[in-house]
C-alpha cells in the first residue's frame, strides 16, 4: 500500500469496524420489536443496544467514513498528498480514543440515552466527553480539507476545483456551520449537568441545539454520497456526466438551506413559537430542490451511458447499465430508495401533517431509507471501490460483493415500508414492546412488525456479506499493482471558476440564514423564565 | 471503461420521463397522507 493511502485506509476501517458492530445491534432490535424472546432480552438492554446502534451507524460509520473519503479526494481528485497529514492523523487518534471513551459508557449501560441524547436523559460524562472528542477530530480533518483546497488553488489559478473536491468543501463547511450547535449544547448545557458541576438543564434550548446540528448532519451524511454519484458513477457506468454546473449548483443550495430547518424536528416540541416552525418548514421544502435536481442529473448521466452503448428508445438504456458491478448496484439501489424517503421526508416536513407521523415508526422507516440506505449503502459500494484500490488488492468474494446490495435494497423494502405503514396506524418509535403487552390496538401491526423483523434479518445478512468482502480482500485479496481511482468527465468543459465556486460568499449567506432562523428564537427563549430539569436515568 | 459511442446529443428523454412520473407519485402520495390519513383524524386546525 501507498504510505499516504493508509490515512484513508485506517478511517475507513474504523467506519467498516463500527458498522459491523452496529448492524449485530440491530439484528437484536429487530427481532425484539418482534416481540420474539430471545436470551438476555429487557427493555434496558434493547435501549442500551438502540444507543450503540445509532451512535455507532450514524455518528462513528459516517463520520470516519466521510474524512476517509475527503481524504481520497485530495489524493486522486487533487492529485496531491494530504498537506497536513500531521494534523490529520491527530484528528484520526483523537477521534478514535472519542469513539473508544462513548462506546464504553454506552455498552457499560451508562448512557443509555439514544443518540439523540436528549436531556433529561443523562449518560456518564465519558459519553459526552466522547462524542466531544470525535467532533474535534473532525474539525482537524475540516481544517486539513480547507488546507488542501487552498494550496491546490493557489497552484491552479483560475482553474475551477475538481467537483468532487467543491462537493467535499461544501460537506465541510455544513459540518462546520452545524457542529456549532451541538458543541455549545454538549460543553455547555450537558457535560457541566453531568459532571454535577450544574444541578439542572434547560431540555428545550438543549433540543433547539441539538436539532441546529441533527438536521445538517443528515446533509453532512449525503452530500459525500452525492459527491459519489456525481463524480464515480458516472465513469463506472461507462458515461460522462450530465452537468458539471448542476453539481456545483446543488452543493451551492446544500451549503445555504442545510442548516436554518432544524425547527421541522420540533414540530411538536412546547417553547418554540409557531411562526418560527413554519418558517423552517419553508425552508425545509426548498432543500427538496437540490435533491430533485440531484435525482435528475445523475438519472441523465446514467441514460448518456446507455445511450452511449447503443440504446435508443425511452427506458432501454437501464438495461445497458453494469448491474452486476457491486459499486454500481449499490448506488442506484440506494438512489431508488433515497427517492422514496424523499417522499416521507415531504410528510414529515409539513408542518401540520408532521403531527400524524411524530415520534412514530414512520420516522424510523424514513431515515432508514436516508442516512440507512442513500448514505449507508452508498458507502458500502465506495468501500467496494476503494478498498482494493487504497489496499492494492483485488476484491475478494466477488459473488457476496455483487449480491449484498440487492439483499440490502429488499431487507431495507420490508423494513422500511412495514415501519411507514405501523407508524401511520400509530404504532409509536422507540418503543420495546410493540404489542404493549397484548393491547388490542396493538394487535392491528403485528404481522407488520414479524414482516419488519424478517427485513432485520435479510439486512444483517446483508451487512454480514459486506463485511465477509471487506475483511476478505483486505486480508487475503491478491495483491495488484495500484489502480487509478477514475473520476466522471463532464459532457460539457467545465469553464473558469464562476459565482457557484465563490464559497466565501456563499459561506455568509448561509450564516445570515442561520441568524435569521435562529437568533430571534433562542433570543427570546433565553429571556423567558426557564425550568431547569434535574437529570434522570431510566436505568 | 471503455465508451461504446459518442455521447448522445438532445435532451434526455428517458431522464424527464423517469423525474416527471416520480413528481407525480410525489404529489398522489403526499395528497393521500394528507386527504385519508390526516384530514380524515381532523387535522390540527379542524
Known amino acids: 500500500m501507498n504510505r499516504a493511502d493508509r490515512l484513508p485506509y485506517a478511517h475507513l476501517w474504523v467506519a467498516i469496524l463500527a458498522f459491523g458492530a452496529a448492524a449485530a445491534m440491530a439484528l437484536m432490535q429487530a427481532l425484539s420489536r418482534a416481540s420474539l424472546d430471545l436470551p438476555y432480552r429487557s427493555a434496558k438492554m434493547y435501549y442500551l443496544s438502540v444507543t450503540a446502534h445509532g451512535v455507532l451507524m450514524a455518528l462513528v460509520f459516517t463520520t470516519f467514513f466521510i474524512m476517509a473519503f475527503g481524504y481520497v479526494v485530495i489524493r486522486y481528485a487533487l492529485r496531491q498528498d494530504v498537506l497536513g497529514a500531521a494534523a490529520a492523523w491527530a484528528g484520526f487518534w483523537i477521534g478514535v480514543v472519542g469513539v473508544v471513551l462513548a462506546a464504553t459508557a454506552v455498552l457499560a449501560g451508562k448512557a443509555t440515552v439514544l443518540y439523540t441524547f436528549y436531556p433529561p436523559l443523562k449518560a456518564h460524562p465519558a459519553f459526552y466527553l466522547g462524542l466531544t472528542l470525535v467532533i474535534v477530530g473532525s474539525w482537524l480533518w475540516a481544517g486539513v480539507m480547507i488546507a488542501n483546497y487552498r494550496a491546490w488553488k493557489r497552484a491552479h489559478a483560475g482553474e475551477a476545483v475538481p467537483l468532487a473536491m467543491h462537493g467535499m468543501l461544501a460537506t465541510v463547511i455544513v459540518w462546520l456551520i452545524a457542529t456549532v450547535g451541538v458543541a455549545v449544547e454538549v460543553l455547555v448545557l450537558l457535560l457541566p449537568w453531568s459532571l454535577g458541576l450544574t444541578r439542572t438543564v434547560d431540555p428545550v434550548l438543549a433540543r433547539i441545539l441539538f436539532w441546529y446540528f441533527g438536521h445538517p448532519l443528515v446533509y453532512f451524511w449525503l452530500l459525500p454520497a452525492y459527491v459519489a454519484w456525481y463524480t464515480l458513477l458516472p465513469r463506472v457506468a461507462g458515461g460522462k456526466l450530465f452537468s458539471d454546473s448542476l453539481g456545483r449548483l446543488v452543493f451551492v443550495l446544500f451549503i445555504i438551506l442545510s442548516t436554518p430547518v432544524g425547527f421541522h424536528h420540533q414540530a411538536l416540541d412546547p417553547g418554540v413559537p409557531a411562526g418560527w416552525k413554519l418558517l423552517h418548514t419553508f425552508l425545509t421544502l426548498w432543500i427538496l430542490f437540490p435533491s430533485l435536481i440531484t435525482a435528475f442529473t445523475v438519472t441523465a448521466s446514467m441514460e448518456v451511458a446507455g445511450r452511449m452503448k447503443g440504446a435508443t428508445g425511452l427506458l432501454d438504456w437501464l438495461k445497458r447499465l453494469p448491474w452486476g458491478d457491486p459499486f454500481f448496484a449499490a448506488v442506484a439501489l440506494s438512489m431508488i430508495l433515497f427517492a422514496i424517503g424523499g417522499f416521507g421526508g415531504a410528510v414529515n416536513a409539513s408542518f401540520g401533517m408532521n403531527a400524524v407521523v411524530h415520534n412514530t415508526a414512520w420516522i424510523q422507516g424514513h431515515f432508514h431509507l436516508t442516512v440507512g440506505t442513500a448514505a449507508a449503502l452508498t458507502f458500502m459500494g465506495l468501500a467496494y471501490h476503494l478498498v482494493p484500490r487504497l489496499a492494492g488488492r483485488e476484491l475478494e468474494l466477488g459473488l457476496l460483493a455483487k449480491v449484498q446490495p440487492y439483499l440490502w435494497f429488499l431487507g431495507m423494502l420490508l423494513f422500511s415500508i412495514s415501519n411507514h405503514v405501523t407508524g401511520l396506524m400509530g404504532m409509536p418509535r422507540r418503543v420495546y414492546e410493540a404489542d404493549y403487552g397484548g393491547a388490542a390496538a396493538a394487535q392491528a401491526w403485528h404481522g407488520l412488525t414479524t414482516l419488519s423483523a424478517i427485513g432485520g434479518l435479510v439486512l444483517f445478512a446483508s451487512a454480514a456479506f459486506f463485511l465477509l468482502v471487506m475483511l476478505g480482500t483486505a486480508l487475503a485479496g491478491k495483491r495488484r499493482a495500484p489502480e487509478p481511482l477514475e473520476w466522471a468527465e463532464p459532457l460539457h468543459p467545465v469553464g473558469k471558476p464562476g459565482l457557484l465556486d465563490r464559497f466565501g460568499l456563499w459561506v455568509l449567506v448561509a450564516v445570515v440564514l442561520v441568524l435569521i432562523a435562529y437568533a430571534v428564537p433562542i433570543w427570546n427563549h433565553l429571556r423567558m423564565e426557564r425550568f431547569g430539569s434535574p437529570p434522570f436515568t431510566p436505568f | ?46
Do not use: E, K
Not at chain 2, 423517469?18 to 410525489?26: A, D
Not at chain 2, 404529489?27 to 384530514?39: E, N, Q, R, S, T
Open chain 2, 1 to 46: 471503461m471503455t465508451h461504446g459511442s459518442a455521447p448522445p446529443d438532445g435532451h434526455p428523454r428517458g431522464t424527464l420521463f423517469l423525474i416527471g412520473l416520480y413528481g407525480v407519485l410525489f404529489v398522489i402520495g403526499w395528497f393521500a397522507v394528507y386527504i385519508l390519513v390526516y384530514l380524515r383524524r381532523g387535522g390540527v386546525t379542524a
